[in-house]
């Protein structure tokens, strides 16, 4: 079979980690790991140290999820691998899939993004947000998986499993630095339909994602996550290089800014205005990453992998 580096990226994910790790040793023990931990705060990285024959990278800081991945993809790269397989701390295995998947892969003359389907933490269902991608690419019926149907093709589906030959990745790049945490996998996604690769769910392979979409935190600070929702949700729609929506002028966004945060004002909404007000700077000052951004994903080659 050929060389499969599976790349991790750890953030506080004691409570996972283990259990994914000993997962991959029980059905894919051939494949190799890496671990990219940004700079967890919990005892991740005292876990990842009882698996001897991972390799770990530290990081000092937090870079986020996108390039962190990138550092991985490097590595596969330089280290010659064939496939490299993105799992998020919070997944686990229940079979092996790699045979299925690299067939698959190889079917699509190793030019495309597959993905198993994603179960809940209990093996039970569909993953709530993968379920909710395909059924709004149509393959789900009353959450029913359609038995009939072995490959999905679909716009996009989240970053949790994916399953990438090299060959792709040389073509495409790494995530765009430009997204922090969130909308790179749909930025990536809109990346392989610019140049007509497939993004694939495969049906005859699972993984569990153990995913929470409730957090307490996200409740105590739901001002503070509703900003970066929507800083992601722009950049989405503006660095998708598959469309030609301009940019709004620094002038209107000031306009905005003077109308809306004066309604803020007068209703003493002062959380409201500060955000509107954060909003408005980051959409000033993001508009030449994003030119940057689409004139390079535009182009073919191994970018922000160096």
């Not at 709004?136 to 029913?144: D, L, R, T, V, W």
């Not at 620094?250 to 004002?265: C, D, Q």
Request: aromatic content about 14%.
């Amino acid at each position: 079979m050929e060389n499969v580096l599976i790349i991790i990226v750890s953030y506080n994910g004691a409570n996972y980690l283990e259990r994914l790790l000993i997962s991959i040793k029980r059905f894919e023990n051939s494949a190799s790991i890496i671990v990219i931990d940004n700079n967890s705060r919990d005892n991740s990285v005292a876990i990842l140290e009882k698996f001897h024959d991972i390799k770990v990278i530290e990081l000092d800081n937090n870079i986020g999820f996108g390039a962190a991945n990138n550092i991985g993809l490097k590595y596969a790269i330089d280290n010659a691998f064939d496939y490299v397989f993105l799992l998020n701390q919070d997944t686990y295995l229940t079979k092996s899939i790699f045979e299925e998947l690299i067939r698959f892969s190889n079917l699509k003359n190793n030019n495309c993004l597959l993905s198993p389907l994603q179960m809940n933490g209990n093996n039970t269902k569909l993953e709530s947000s993968f379920e909710k991608f395909l059924y709004q690419s149509g393959y789900i019926s009353h959450k029913i998986v359609n038995p009939n149907v072995e490959l999905y093709k679909i716009n996009f589906i989240q970053a949790a499993s994916w399953f990438l030959p090299i060959e792709t990745i040389k073509l495409v790049g790494g995530f765009d630095p430009i997204f922090f945490h969130y909308g790179e996998d749909n930025n990536y996604c809109q990346r392989l339909e610019y140049f007509n690769i497939p993004v694939i769910v495969v049906q005859s392979v699972s993984i569990c994602h153990d995913s929470n979409p409730y957090n307490e935190n996200y409740s105590k600070n739901y001002g503070k996550y509703h900003l970066n929702r929507l800083k992601c949700n722009y950049l989405i729609k503006y660095a998708n290089i598959n469309t030609d929506i301009k940019l709004k002028s620094s002038i209107l966004v000031f306009l905005e800014l003077i109308i809306n945060g004066f309604r803020f004002l007068l209703k003493l909404k002062l959380n409201r205005f500060f955000g509107l007000f954060e909003y408005s700077v980051f959409q000033i000052i993001i508009k030449k990453s994003i030119t940057t951004s689409k004139h390079t994903n535009k182009t073919k080659g191994m970018h922000y992998l160096n």
